[in-house]
């Protein structure tokens, strides 16, 4: 099975999201392909056979798909066909406060197209998360004063509707201990992102072995302590390129990781792209916004 790998452009860098509507003539089709960004369809008109990895799904007018992040996946459509396709990373919809429900979208053991059953099974979930998709289309293109705050929230509102109907325990499955018990280590982080944070200090805080320590995060969080400390510092970074006048190794030392080569080593992990670069890109697409 040949695949390639999709590069999704986003239509605004700060979003890490890309939304359009589209019409096609039968037949169409597209081949297999995978991309980093979680994709939900949404039929307007028509029909179309979605094909995963190991599964198939036929979509009808109001119908909608989730397809998961690197998930092969193609189409078919014999019919018409008007749908608005939705694709977004999901790390930067999670802020400090709601990174810990991040786990459960992490697709650690199966792959998100698993939930679509809810879609299927509740006509309250697919219609609320159509009625998100296609305000999520008009917030983005009509770009009014605040759209971004508006796309964020619709996209945690589509997670949260999964959340709370997911009747099969597939999101929900880990959720089996105190994730409170964290709330004064990740206090403790975005209080100290300008200065070196170790596991020590945090094991400390939370009163845990290191260990146990490292494991409990990993699971509570989704990620490792350190990935999470580089991915807030990072967050933080970003947030100053773009409100302050500073030179990139004033930005580095702002945010603790004064050594050049791990922080535009770091920078260009999230970003795909070095600092200097996503200065110029966001100024770049402001002025043409």
């Known amino acids: 099975m ?83 396709v939705l694709q977004f990373d999901l790390e930067p919809f999670f802020d400090h406060s709601s990174i810990p429900y991040m786990r459960f979208f992490s697709e650690k053991h199966l792959p998100l197209s698993r939930i679509n059953y809810i879609y299927q099974e509740n006509l309250e979930v697919r219609e609320e ?63 100290n992102l300008t200065e070196r944070i170790q596991v020590e200090d945090a094991c400390k805080i939370a009163n845990m072995s290191y260990y146990y320590f490292v494991k409990f995060f990993k699971k509570t969080i989704g990620l490792s302590f350190t990935e999470y400390v580089n991915y807030q510092k990072i967050k933080r970074a970003e947030r100053i390129l773009l409100t302050k006048d500073l030179s990139i190794s004033e930005v580095g030392e702002k945010i603790g990781m004064p050594n050049m080569a791990h922080f535009y080593k770091m ?23």
């Open 129 to 191: 998360t159509a009625a998100c998709i296609s305000r999520i289309l008009e917030e983005a293109t009509n770009k009014e004063t605040g759209y971004e705050l508006a796309v964020s929230i619709l996209i945690k509102q589509i997670l949260l509707v999964l959340l709370r109907n997911d009747t099969r325990g597939f999101l929900v499955a880990q959720d089996n201990f105190d994730k409170f018990r964290l709330k004064p280590v990740l206090d403790y982080i975005e209080d």
């Open 2 to 84: 040949e695949a390639f790998n999709e590069k999704v452009p986003y239509d605004n860098p700060l979003l890490s999201l890309r939304v359009f509507k589209s019409q096609r003539t039968p037949p169409s089709y597209t081949d297999w392909h995978y991309h980093k960004q979680l994709e939900l369809l949404l039929v307007l008109d028509g029909e179309i056979d979605v094909y995963l990895n190991d599964s198939h799904i036929r979509l009808g007018s109001g119908d909608v798909c989730m397809i998961g992040t690197s998930e092969l996946h193609r189409d078919i459509s014999l019919t018409a066909l008007d749908y608005i």
């Open 267 to 289: 920078f260009k992990k999230y970003n795909d792209c070095s600092p200097k670069q996503f200065q110029s890109r966001m100024f770049t697409w402001k002025r043409h916004s």
